[in-house]
């Protein structure tokens, strides 16, 4: 299916990889479970800082993910430096850095009512996200409409997010899945989780408990951008409590309550 992403193609994987150093990692990675490869592709790993974060989409991913490249030596231009990241050939170190007790591992997690609000507007009023187009087809059967920033559009969207994870929670789009799946939290022993909501003061501490001397503000770049976004929509009482159901076992891991 078009709007499902990480899912297993095999074929496609044995043909590609004499092409693609991407199908070459995810051909000899497909050993790994499901979780694994997924957590895999989102890891970025500094092996001289044995610092380790799991990308979390619509979480300051991309802020967190070249700051991850800047510790290593590289930039959001350059790619990691002497960090590593899918699909790097060093990938079974990364998946060994999963469960090494001498890596500090990290993500970040964000408001489940403000994720799925973020995750509407970005990929379906303002559609600024590149993976929009993978969802035009199937818009029909719940009526979902894009630049329509309505609340009873944003109902039709919880329509269709409960509709993609009912046809694969695990694989489909990574702005709409559970970031309990994006960061492999059932399987990853995390040393500390961040908050999009206090991010600056959460990255501080973390970078502190791992002993990264060389970490700074500046390294982040980052302006906090807690609550919902910027003119969207305030989801109603009964489009909270759907999202407290959807999300409910991100609650569970990331520390927010419902309510």
């Known amino acids: 299916m078009l709007r499902l992403v990480d899912q297993r193609r095999p074929i496609t994987w044995a043909t590609m990889r004499f092409f693609s150093q991407r199908y070459r990692t995810t051909y000899e990675a497909r050993g790994l479970d499901d979780w694994e ?3 895999l592709r989102r890891a970025v790993y500094v092996p001289k800082l044995n610092l380790l974060y799991v990308i979390n989409a619509k979480a300051a991913s991309s802020s967190l993910r070249d700051m991850m490249f800047t510790l290593g030596g590289g930039s959001r231009e350059s790619g990691p430096g002497e960090g590593l990241y899918f699909p790097t050939r060093r990938w079974r170190e990364v998946a060994a850095a999963l469960r090494d007790p001498g890596v500090f591992r990290f993500t970040v997690g964000r408001h489940p009512v403000s994720r799925a609000v973020s995750a509407f507007q970005n990929l379906f009023v303002d559609r600024k996200n ?16 894009y ?45 500390r989780i961040g908050h999009y909501e206090t991010l600056v003061d959460d990255m501080r501490s973390i970078m502190a408990e791992a002993v ?6 500046a390294t982040l770049g980052w302006v906090n951008r807690s609550g919902l976004t910027a ?14 159901t959807i999300y409910a076992e991100d609650y569970q891991h990331f ?5």
């Open 37 to 39: 490869r997924i957590v």
């Open 130 to 145: 590149g993976f929009n187009w993978r969802h035009g087809i199937y818009l029909r059967r719940t009526g979902l409409n």
């Open 147 to 191: 630049g329509d920033a309505t609340s009873a559009n944003f109902d039709r969207f919880l329509d269709y997010v409960e509709e993609v994870q009912a046809e694969s929670e695990l694989f489909c789009d990574a702005h709409l899945r559970l970031q309990t799946h994006n960061t492999g939290a059932r399987h990853v022993s995390y040393d």
């Open 212 to 217: 990264v001397a060389a970490y700074t503000d």
């Open 231 to 244: 003119g969207a929509i305030e989801p109603t009482p009964a489009q909270i409590r759907r999202i407290e």
């Open 255 to 259: 520390g927010y309550a419902p309510g």
